[in-house]
């Protein structure tokens, strides 16, 4: 099984995320992810709770999921996106993020994880002169 590693990303408000990742086995031979579902989650703190909902028997956790995507399973490669609509939401900041891999015997894992800065200028059009 793969390790997990720490990988700090940068996000645009307002503009397409997309961020590419590969996964090794011990070996550091490429995993083979063929099947394996993937949940990548973006949030203020770790275990960060949406205070409006959560009661104190049922935790209602605030983040914002990314979408993912198997783009070559045998060679390990997968990416994690979220649309410019979603970034947009986005303040301005700094965020953690985690992703999880089930493989296809069920077995879950953490794979990845890292902080996220948010940047709502990244975001903008450079300004145009003359």
């Known amino acids: 099984m793969a390790a997990e590693y720490k990988v700090n990303i940068n996000i645009g408000a307002g503009v397409s995320f997309n961020q590419m990742y590969y996964l090794t086995g011990n070996d550091l031979d490429p995993l083979n992810i063929t099947g394996a579902k993937f949940n990548a989650n973006l949030a203020k703190h770790a275990r960060s709770m949406d205070v409006t909902q959560s009661t104190s028997e049922e935790k209602v956790y605030n983040y914002h999921p990314f979408d993912y995507f198997i783009d070559n399973g045998p060679q390990g ?13 986005l ?4 965020y953690v993020y985690s992703i999880t891999m089930e493989d296809i015997n069920g077995y879950t894992y953490e794979v990845v994880s ?17």
């Open 114 to 130: 890292g902080l996220a800065f948010v940047d709502v200028a990244f975001g903008l059009p450079f300004p145009t002169t003359g």
């Open 91 to 94: 303040e301005e900041g700094k």
């Open 77 to 89: 490669q997968f990416s994690i996106t979220m649309n410019a609509e979603d970034t947009a939401k």
